[in-house]
């Protein structure tokens, strides 16, 4: 799957929502799989479009570790 941008994700959401474009169109479009295009629709309809301003977080090794084990151990 190709990276898309803030702004493309908008554009994928306007289309869906204002121009009633579906999945099959949007994925041949953006080169995106459907499911990634439904998955986008729906967070942003339940989020907003503010879930788009929020990074990605890398978690290292180390701390998933220790995650998993403060969730064993309770």
Not at 3 to 25: A, C, N, P, S
């Amino acid at each position: 799957m190709s990276k898309l941008t803030k702004q493309d994700k908008i554009h994928i959401f306007e289309e869906w929502t204002l121009e009633d474009k579906r999945g099959t169109y949007l994925s041949k479009k953006y080169g995106v799989n459907i499911a990634n295009i439904n998955y986008l629709v729906s967070l942003i309809k339940m989020h907003g479009l503010s879930i788009l301003d929020k990074p990605y977080a890398h978690y290292s090794k180390e701390f998933k570790e220790q995650a998993i084990k403060g969730v064993l151990s309770n």
